[in-house]
């Protein structure tokens, strides 16, 4: 019974690159959320998606991040021009449903490093 | 008004002991309160959880304890062990946004054999 996967676990980009975060949630999972977490910090919420729906991106930065959770394959996190503030650990969640009825899942996340 | 405050940043305690992680909040319309537990690598993973009508929740050697007036609560390890060692996160939501946790900065403990 996997759990949610993330990849790379490791990410070195130079500035200016683009940067692709996958999460594949947990079986029969349709709900996936995005976090940030930088040095010393908790989590922070960036986006929530369903299957090929954005539900709600009101943590995201308005330029040079997208997601997308498309029908079939992983959700991806797309970070365009990356700048060093970028970097930091970006963790996904899937759940059942959601509602915080429903727990939760956390993939390792995913560290992302800019140089 | 939407954060949540959590000390200490760090704690150490001896196996045996009881580990005590304190968090505080300013917004009254909380009504969820879970605990995160995560290890160097990994994940959080939800330990235990409280809604403002309980004052305490065990599970365990977990204790959540909950001060409504004070907006203010606390996770109780009790008995630590090493394998107890791991950075603990709280958070809460709002049911408006059931989904959406609003997470304290998390705090590093260490159990010393």
């Known amino acids: 019974n996997a759990g949610v996967m993330q990849n790379p676990r490791h990410l070195v980009r130079r500035r200016g690159q683009e940067a692709r975060l996958r999460c594949s949630p947990m079986?029969?999972?349709?709900?996936v959320y995005w976090y940030r977490q930088l040095p010393e910090e908790g989590l922070k919420f960036m986006v929530y998606?369903?299957?090929?729906?954005?539900?709600?991106e009101s943590g995201m930065p308005k330029e040079r991040f997208s997601a997308e959770f498309p029908k079939e394959g992983p959700s991806i996190l797309r970070i365009q021009q990356v700048v060093r503030g970028d970097s930091a650990a970006y963790f996904c969640a899937s759940s059942l449903r959601g509602s915080r009825d429903y727990e939760q899942y956390f993939g390792p996340g995913t560290r992302l490093t800019v140089t | 008004q939407q954060q949540v405050k959590q000390s200490p940043q760090s704690l150490i305690v001896q196996k045996g002991g009881i580990s005590i992680i304190n968090c505080a909040y300013e917004n009254t319309a909380f009504d969820y309160f879970p605990w995160y537990q995560q290890f160097p690598g990994k994940g959080p993973a939800l330990l235990i959880a409280?809604?403002?009508d309980v004052s305490e929740k065990k599970e365990g050697r977990f204790t959540i304890s909950f001060n409504k007036s004070a907006k203010q609560f606390s996770l109780h390890i009790m008995d630590s062990q090493p394998g107890d060692s791991a950075t603990y996160f709280c958070?809460?939501?709002?049911?408006?946004?059931?989904?959406?946790?609003?997470w304290g900065a998390g705090t590093k403990l260490i159990i010393k054999p």
């Open positions: 958070a809460a939501s709002i049911s408006t946004s059931n989904y959406q946790l609003i």
């Open positions: 409280i809604r403002p």
């Open positions: 079986k029969g999972h349709s709900h």
């Open positions: 998606l369903q299957k090929e729906n954005i539900i709600d």
